[in-house]
């Protein structure tokens, strides 16, 4: 199946700096990238994804990029604050494996305040 | 109105014992999955299925199985639990298989004793 790694496992930043968190996927016919965020003790919800044919997605302060040659893409947070403290999850959605997401092994995102 | 709800939201049962788990989408999707995630908060696919199809993870032993009255409905069953079944077990679903926002339920909180 599909393998997605993501780094950092945790990251701190301060109020109002920007965060990144980078995964890689190996399967090259991944087609579908969506980021989740789960807050302690909820679940995960969908905050944007992001299809092959695109390169950039943004929705206010939080963008995604996709380089599809690397097999990589990013999630960018800008203007961080208190409330976007959570885990991060990527997906790689593959056709080669009935579609199923495979998801990255989380980023713990502190936003000190 | 809950979209994805599962029950119980916690369980707890000794080695051994055979335990169902129970999810319901009312959102119309045609596509459900169960997800288990470990201690670690690492997020992996269980089971994938439609109506015409379902999708294994190849680690999944056989002790789970997945089962589906209707299409709003895909229950999971574990025979002969193990203390590594332990885990939060999710149910999600989406409209397009694979991709497309999946929605989840709150989670299900296993313990085995």
């Known amino acids: 199946g599909e393998n997605v790694e993501q780094h950092p496992s945790t990251l701190s930043v301060q109020e109002g700096d920007s965060a990144v968190i980078k995964c890689t996927y190996s399967d090259s016919a991944s087609n579908y990238f969506p980021w989740y965020k789960q807050e302690l003790g909820k679940r995960p919800q969908l905050i944007i994804d992001?299809?092959?044919?695109?390169g950039e997605k943004k929705d206010q302060r939080i963008a995604v990029t996709l380089n599809k040659t690397a097999k990589h893409f990013s999630l960018h947070i800008t203007e961080t604050q208190p409330e976007d403290s959570a885990v991060y999850f990527c997906a790689a959605s593959t056709p080669n494996t009935g579609n199923q997401f495979y998801f990255g092994t989380g980023t713990s995102l502190t936003v000190i305040p | 109105d809950t979209a994805v709800s599962q029950t119980p939201k916690y369980l707890v049962t000794q080695m051994g014992n055979d335990k169902s788990i129970k999810c319901e989408q009312n959102l119309g999707h045609d596509t459900m999955y169960w997800y288990k995630q470990d201690s670690k908060k690492f997020l992996k696919i269980m089971f994938s299925y439609n109506n015409k199809e379902l999708i294994i993870n190849e680690t999944v032993p056989n002790r789970f199985s997945p089962k589906s009255p209707d299409k709003a409905h895909l229950n999971l069953h574990i025979n002969s639990l193990e203390l590594g079944d332990s885990a939060v077990y999710f149910c999600?679903?989406?409209?397009?298989w694979g991709a497309g926002e999946a929605f989840f339920g709150q989670g299900t909180r296993l313990t085995v004793v």
């Open positions: 992001i299809r092959s044919n695109v």
């Open positions: 999600a679903s989406s409209q397009i």
